[in-house]
């Protein structure tokens, strides 16, 4: 995020990362589905622990995305007043450090997303 960023611009950015994190969860939900419908039938030991280290593994995601949306600022006055806050104090440093601190933890969580992701879905090909 750029230090001369409007209001605008934040508040499009932050309603953007809200919206990505509604969906990936809605992701996972359908996953754990998937899951729920395999751990149904009779399954080696080791396709049980499978399915247990996928169910464990979404948990954790949700989790992180339950404390990344509380982080975010949920009305317009809330953003604001960062907004404002952030641009008052006039320190390039602090602007960056919590807007950067944001988009890192987001850029993190889409990182480890994508990789469980990806080996989920081998999982699928391999089993359902």
């Known amino acids: 995020m750029e230090s001369t960023i409007s209001i605008e ?6 309603q953007s990362w809200k919206h990505e994190l509604s969906s990936i969860k809605e992701e996972i939900r359908y996953f754990e589905q998937h899951l729920e419908q395999l751990a149904t039938k009779r399954l080696p030991k080791e396709l049980l622990a499978e399915v247990e280290h996928f169910q464990n593994q979404f948990i954790c995601q949700k989790e992180v995305i339950d404390k990344l949306r509380h982080d975010l600022p949920d009305t317009r006055s809330k953003v604001d007043h ?3 806050e952030l641009r008052q104090m006039n320190e390039e440093s602090n ?3 919590q807007t950067e601190g944001l988009e890192g933890r987001m850029d993190t969580f889409r990182k480890i997303y994508i990789e469980i992701k990806q080996d989920f879905h081998r999982f699928e090909a391999e089993w359902m």
Do not use: A, Y
Not at 9 to 14: N, Y
């Open 95 to 97: 602007w960056e450090s």
């Open 82 to 84: 960062i907004f404002h």
């Open 9 to 14: 611009q934040f508040r499009e950015e932050l």
